[in-house]
C-alpha cells in the first residue's frame, strides 16, 4: 500500500495538533432515534484512540443519510454522538453546525485528548459536490487530515477528497489502512487457490468485478438471481426469475471466455413467491418451471461451493447467494458463511466485501470467524474493479 498512514506521521505532527478525521457513521437508528447497530462506530475507535494516545484532539467529520444539502432534523448526527461518548467512555462534544466561526473556535478550544463530532456533512449544500470553497473551510477545522471512512472513500465529496487538498498532511486511518491492505493483498498476492463468491440481484452491478476478478481468481462461484441471467444464456427455462434480457450476450461471452473458472450453481430453491416459502423446492437448474422463480441456490450447489470454499487459501464474498432474510432461502448464503468460517479456522484468508454479505454474516454469528469484514460495500466493489478510489488518491503518498 503506497498510502500514507497516522504511522507514517511523527510525534511533532500529532502531539497538540488537531486531527480532522473523516469516519463512516452512517449508521442505523432504532424507533426510539438511539443507534441500533454500531458497528461503523466501533470500527473507527482504534483510529481516534491512536490519534489520542499521541497527544492530538480528534475532530470527527461524517456523513448520515440523504438530507439533500439542508438540515433536517431525523438526520442528525446527536444520537451518534451520544453512542460514542459510552464507547470511548470519555467526553465526546457535539456541536450542531459543520463550519464556519463556531465551529473552527469549538475546535481551538478543545484539550489534548478531547473529542469532538460536528453535524452531518450532508447538510452542506457543497458537500457532494465536492465544492473547493467548502472543502477550505472543512481545511479550517484541522491541522492535518485524516481519512477513516473507507464505506465512503469512492465519493469524490467535500469532506472525503476535497479538504485534503488544504489540509496536510492527509493521511489513512487506521481502518481504511486493514480495508486497502485486505482488499488490495487479496488482489495483488492472493494464497492459492483463490476462489471469489459473487451474488446478488443483477449481472449488470457486477460485471465489472467479474472481469476484474477473472483473470486472477482460480474458481469464481456465482449465486443469487445474476444466476439466473446465466441459465437464460445457456438455453434453459427460468420460469419467473429475475433476468436481464440485455445482459444475455454479455451472459453467454464470458460463459465462452471463463471455461472451468466460472462455476454457476447446479441446482435452485424454488418457489411460486418470496412470501411463498413453505412451497419451496430445489430442482436442476435446468429444471425451473414456468411460474416458479429461484430465490436461492439449491442444496447441491451449496455443497459444492462448501467444499471449494473450505478448500481455498484466500476467499472474498461479495452478494447473497438468495433472498437470505426470508427463510428458507437463506440456506445458500449461511452455507457459504459458515464454509468460510471453517476456512479460516484452516489459516486462510477470509474477505467478506460489505454490503449484504456482511449483513448475512453478522446475522449468522461468523462475523467475529472471518479475517476481515469489510465497511463498505460500494466502496470494496468498485475497488475490486480496479477503480481509483477519490478517497484515498486524495491522500498523501508514501
Not at 30 to 51: C, K, M, S, W, Y
Not at 210 to 215: F, G, I, N
Not at 251 to 260: E, H, I, T, W, Y
Amino acid at each position: 500500500m503506497n498510502t500514507k498512514t497516522i504511522r507514517d506521521l511523527t510525534a511533532a505532527e500529532i502531539q497538540g495538533k488537531r486531527a480532522l478525521v473523516r469516519v463512516d457513521f452512517n449508521v442505523p437508528l432504532d424507533e426510539q432515534g438511539a443507534v441500533a447497530d454500531d458497528t461503523r462506530v466501533t470500527a473507527a475507535l482504534p483510529t481516534i484512540n491512536a490519534l489520542r494516545d499521541g497527544g492530538a484532539s480528534v475532530v470527527l467529520l461524517a456523513h448520515f443519510g440523504r438530507p439533500k444539502g439542508a438540515p433536517e432534523a431525523k438526520y442528525s448526527l446527536a444520537p451518534v454522538a451520544a453512542r460514542l461518548k459510552q464507547l470511548l467512555s470519555c467526553p465526546v462534544h457535539f456541536l450542531d453546525v459543520t463550519v464556519g466561526e463556531r465551529a473552527v473556535e469549538a475546535t481551538q478550544n478543545l484539550a489534548p485528548g478531547d473529542v469532538l463530532l460536528l453535524e452531518n456533512t450532508r447538510f452542506l449544500s457543497g458537500e457532494e459536490k465536492n465544492d473547493e470553497a467548502l472543502s477550505y473551510q472543512l481545511a479550517q477545522l484541522g491541522d492535518f487530515y485524516v481519512n477513516d471512512a473507507f464505506g465512503a472513500a469512492h465519493r469524490a465529496h467535500a469532506s472525503t477528497a476535497g479538504v485534503a487538498k488544504f489540509c496536510r498532511p492527509a493521511v489513512a486511518g487506521l481502518l481504511m489502512e486493514k480495508e486497502l491492505a485486505y482488499l488490495g493483498g487479496a488482489l495483488a498476492h492472493p494464497e492459492r487457490p483463490f476462489v471469489a463468491i459473487l451474488g446478488g440481484s443483477k449481472i449488470s452491478g457486477k460485471i465489472d468485478v467479474v472481469e476484474a476478478l477473472l483473470p486472477k481468481v482460480d474458481k469464481l462461484l456465482i449465486g443469487g438471481a445474476m444466476a439466473c441471467t446465466f441459465f437464460k444464456a445457456m438455453g434453459f427455462e427460468t420460469g419467473n426469475s429475475l433476468v436481464e434480457p440485455d445482459r444475455l450476450d454479455m451472459a453467454k461471452d464470458l460463459l465462452s471466455r471463463a471455461g472451468d473458472k466460472l462455476v454457476l450453481p447446479v441446482d435452485a430453491t424454488i418457489a411460486p413467491a418470496m412470501d411463498a416459502g413453505a412451497q419451496a423446492s430445489a430442482v436442476g437448474r435446468d429444471a425451473i418451471p414456468a411460474g416458479q422463480a429461484m430465490f436461492d441456490i439449491g442444496p447441491e450447489s451449496t455443497a459444492l461451493y462448501r467444499e471449494l470454499v473450505e478448500s481455498a487459501r484466500t476467499v472474498l464474498w461479495n452478494g447473497p447467494m438468495g433472498v437470505f432474510e426470508k427463510p428458507p432461502f437463506d440456506a445458500g448464503t449461511r452455507g457459504v458463511a459458515e464454509a468460510m468460517a471453517i476456512a479460516t479456522g484452516k489459516g486462510a484468508t477470509t474477505i467478506i466485501g460489505g454490503g449484504d454479505s456482511a449483513a448475512a454474516v453478522a446475522e449468522a454469528g461468523l462475523e467475529s470467524q472471518m479475517s476481515h469484514v469489510s465497511t463498505g460495500g460500494g466502496a470494496s466493489l468498485e475497488f475490486l474493479e480496479g477503480k481509483d478510489l477519490p478517497g484515498v488518491s486524495a491522500l498523501d503518498a508514501r
